[in-house]
C-alpha cells in the first residue's frame, strides 16, 4: 500500500511539472484588433453581400488619454478634432490589426487616428469617450470597430 501511495504521489508531481499554463504577460494593459468597416451593411436575403460593403483588419495609430468627456473635446463630421487632455500613450497596430498597450492601473479613453481626426465609438452612461478602466496585473481587451463610412 505504501508503495502503490508512493507512486501515486510521483506521478503527481511528474505531471505538475508538465502542466500546460496559459502564457499571461506581466504587468497591465489594454490588447486588441482593430477593424475598418465601410460601405451598406444592411443584412440581405440570401447569401448575396453587398459589393461595397467591406470589414478589413487595419493597421492604425492608436491614442490613449486620461478618461476624457464628450464635453471636452471638438467634433466634426463624426471625428475628433480637438482634445482637452494630453495623451498618455501612442501605439500602431501591426498588417492585422493587432495592437497592445501597458499601461498603469486608471481610467483611459482609446482612439484611433484618422486622416482627418480621432475615432471612437463607445460611450459610457456619463459621456466619456471609449472608457476602459485597467487593473493591477489585468490585460483589457478592446476590440475596434472604425465605422463612421459604414452604413446600417
Do not use: H
Request: a negative charge; charged letters at 25%; one cysteine or more.
Amino acid at each position: 500500500m505504501k508503495r502503490l501511495a508512493n507512486l501515486f504521489l510521483l506521478a503527481t508531481l511528474f505531471l505538475s511539472l508538465f502542466q500546460c499554463t496559459p502564457y499571461q504577460p506581466e504587468g497591465q494593459g489594454v490588447v486588441g484588433t482593430i477593424t475598418w468597416i465601410e460601405g451598406n451593411q444592411m443584412p440581405k436575403i440570401g447569401d448575396e453581400k453587398e459589393e461595397d460593403a467591406s470589414e478589413v483588419l487595419v493597421k492604425r495609430k492608436v491614442q490613449v488619454y486620461p478618461i476624457t468627456n464628450i464635453s471636452d473635446v471638438k467634433v466634426e463630421n463624426g471625428l475628433i478634432t480637438g482634445i482637452a487632455t494630453e495623451m498618455v500613450k501612442e501605439v500602431t497596430s501591426d498588417e492585422e490589426g493587432k495592437y497592445a498597450l501597458d499601461l498603469s492601473p486608471g481610467r483611459y479613453t482609446v482612439v484611433t487616428v484618422e486622416e482627418d481626426g480621432l475615432f471612437a465609438n463607445i460611450f459610457d452612461g456619463e459621456g466619456n469617450i471609449q472608457p476602459v478602466t485597467i487593473k493591477e496585473n489585468e490585460w483589457v481587451l478592446l476590440d475596434i470597430l472604425i465605422n463612421y463610412k459604414a452604413v446600417y
